[in-house]
């Protein structure tokens, strides 16, 4: 097995981190299990704190 990696975009903010990622609430909860999961850092998503691409938008201005 072996260790996730986080890779973030520094030109999006994308977090897109490879592997299985168990997401918790704030008790440690197991709410599901994601593969290769990629997260928003723009603020940008409507499906937070998953990445929907809307960072896009953002790099075309
Ligand atoms: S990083 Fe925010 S929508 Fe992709």
Redesign the pocket.
Known sequence: MTNPKVFI?PK????RITGTVDMVDADGNLIETRENP????????KEKPL??????GLLEK
């Open positions: 975009n999006s903010g994308s977090i990629k997260f928003c850092g723009c603020g940008q998503s990445c929907d691409g809307s960072h896009k």
